[in-house]
């Protein structure tokens, strides 16, 4: 069956450590996959895509990575700080229908302590 | 730019009540979305529009849940009857021709008791 996962537990680190999140994916060839961040009782927020061709793409002090062969894709949050405590979702097209669909992971909760 | 508008923010209601969820995506953005969010989970696709057609309405629960698109602009979404289960965040979203960013709204939250 297709599924995407990211781990369910919450991720702890210390504020100026490098956070990072998977997430794997089964059964899907994606052309791209894409993070989003959501804080408690908002709607998520786009941070980054990454197209299948791409190995990284970096944006400040984030970095995605995406390995179709291993199919998994890894974010990256160097200098960690208390305000990037978060859900973090990735997403990925199925490439299905001829239209563009996004399908959600679970999310992984980042807590950042001082 | 004004971001995709959600109304009601909050709603409490009755078992086989029913209710509607109403948005307003960015202006000129052809591809609108409704999500539903469960408690600790991440956001599943219902229904899918571009312009005023339906593209993929494989996940909606269609005995209970409608949703239309006219004019190719708003939204509404509906359930009736409601059931416990449809306790969740409903997320509208929009994009524009690219589909490859989607921005949400921040979510009508329902609660079924």
């Known amino acids: 069956s297709q599924k995407i996962e990211q781990n369910s537990e919450a991720l702890n680190i210390q504020e100026g450590k490098t956070a990072t999140l998977t997430c794997n994916y089964t059964?899907?060839?994606?052309?791209?996959l894409q993070w989003y961040r959501q804080d408690p009782g908002r709607g998520p927020v786009f941070l980054l895509l990454?197209?299948?061709?791409?190995k990284e793409k970096r944006k400040e002090r984030l970095k995605v990575t995406f390995d179709t062969t291993l199919k998994q894709s890894l974010f990256h949050i160097t200098a960690s700080q208390p305000a990037d405590s978060a859900t973090y979702l990735c997403?990925?097209?199925?490439?299905?229908?001829?239209?563009?669909?996004?399908?959600f992971g679970a999310g992984t909760r980042l807590a950042v302590h001082p | 730019e004004a971001g995709v508008a959600q109304s009601p923010r909050y709603k409490i209601i009755e078992k086989r009540q029913s209710v509607a969820f109403w948005c307003n995506p960015i202006?000129?953005?052809?591809?609108l979305y409704w999500y539903q969010q469960i408690l600790g989970q991440g956001p599943k696709l219902l229904i899918q529009?571009?312009?005023?057609?339906?593209?993929?309405d494989s996940q909606l629960p269609k005995d209970r849940f409608s949703a239309e698109r006219l004019k190719g602009v708003d939204s509404t979404l509906k359930i009736q009857p409601a059931k416990l289960e449809d306790s969740a965040v409903y997320l509208c979203?929009?994009?524009?021709?690219?589909?490859?960013?989607?921005?949400f709204g921040e979510g009508s939250w329902l609660t079924v008791v």
């Open positions: 979203a929009s994009s524009d021709n690219s589909g490859n960013t989607i921005y």
């Open positions: 059964n899907y060839s994606p052309a791209y």
């Open positions: 990454i197209r299948e061709n791409e």
């Open positions: 997403a990925l097209d199925p490439f299905s229908g001829g239209y563009n669909k996004l399908i």
């Open positions: 202006s000129g953005h052809a591809t």
């Open positions: 529009f571009q312009n005023n057609g339906v593209v993929d």
